[in-house]
């Protein structure tokens, strides 16, 4: 649906599904841009290691990059 504002879209008939995905893709953005402004200057982070999460996070990139 493009660039709708929320009021557009409910005019235009956009479903739950749409919303859904709006806000996450929302929530990547937003955590993307965390992400960037605690890099480093050499493009590494630095922090301790508490938990692997890779399997989960790239599972969940997967699903919203199928749609």
Known sequence: MG???RSEAVAAG???EYFLDERLS?????????LLSQQTVDGYWC???EADTTLSSDYI???HVLG
């Open 3 to 5: 660039e709708l504002n």
């Open 14 to 16: 956009a479903t739950a």
């Open 26 to 34: 929302d929530g990547i953005e937003g955590a993307t841009e965390c």
């Open 47 to 49: 922090g301790e290691l």
């Open 61 to 63: 990139l997967y699903l």
